[in-house]
């Protein structure tokens, strides 16, 4: 198995424009989650999805932030527009229904000029 | 909602020598404690994971401990090494549960000395 993959790897971008992360899960996984990794706030969970809904969004920052899962083998975490201070790795997991393990994809680091 | 606090925030030690990080969780009701590395420029990897109903799980040289009434859990690396050098990351998983929800902890670089 490939593993949970992301693209792009690293992107940066000037304030204002608009960033979308990409996410495919490890098949057969129906769980998806996406976080945001900095220096200061450590590991947080901005929103997950099971069997492609939305379940929990409340780490959401702001409504510059969406994400979607339109089917069970991709999502997308969409920022616009995108501020400096949403520099950042963002992290995207998959476990399957009936465990709790999540496994990471590699990141994409992102920063805003 | 659930809160994990976890310490100490950096732990340098000496090859061979023993780590242990220990996090403390808020609700009681969380069933779930898995453990991640994080290696530099990677994403966090699952090492070890506990739950509710066992006190203790080893795999080689890590080990972890669970307190229920205390609410607090800890990873023990034995006979460390230098690619044990990583962040580590705690986790608590909170009900409602299948969810797959988790709330880290804020880390812990560990430095092995050769």
């Known amino acids: 198995d490939a593993g949970v993959i992301q693209s792009p790897r690293h992107e940066v971008t000037e304030m204002g424009q608009e960033v979308t992360l990409r996410c495919k899960p490890i098949?057969?996984?129906?769980?998806l989650f996406w976080y945001r990794q900095t220096m200061m706030r450590g590991l947080e969970l901005l929103i997950y999805?099971?069997?492609?809904?939305?379940?929990?969004d409340s780490g959401m920052p702001e409504d510059r932030f969406s994400a979607k899962m339109p089917n069970a083998s991709f999502s997308t975490l969409k920022i616009q527009p995108s501020e400096p201070r949403d520099s950042a790795v963002y992290f995207c997991?998959?476990?399957?229904?009936?465990?709790?393990?999540?496994?990471f994809g590699p990141g994409t680091r992102l920063l805003v000029l | 909602g659930e809160n994990v606090e976890q310490h100490p925030s950096t732990l340098s030690v000496q090859e061979g020598d023993s780590a242990v990080i220990k996090c403390t969780y808020s609700d009681s009701a969380s069933n779930y404690f898995p453990w991640y590395k994080q290696e530099l420029g990677k994403g966090p990897q699952l090492i070890i994971d506990?739950?509710?109903?066992?006190g203790e799980k080893k795999d080689q040289r890590i080990a972890v401990t669970l307190n229920k009434t205390a609410k607090h859990f800890s990873l023990h690396i034995t006979e460390t090494q230098p690619e044990d050098s990583a962040v580590y990351f705690c986790a608590a998983s909170p009900p409602p549960g299948n969810t797959g929800k988790l709330i880290f902890g804020q880390g812990t670089t560990l430095q092995v000395k050769p």
């Open positions: 999805f099971n069997n492609n809904v939305p379940i929990d």
């Open positions: 506990i739950r509710s109903n066992v």
């Open positions: 997991a998959s476990s399957s229904g009936d465990r709790e393990d999540q496994y």
């Open positions: 098949s057969g996984h129906n769980s």
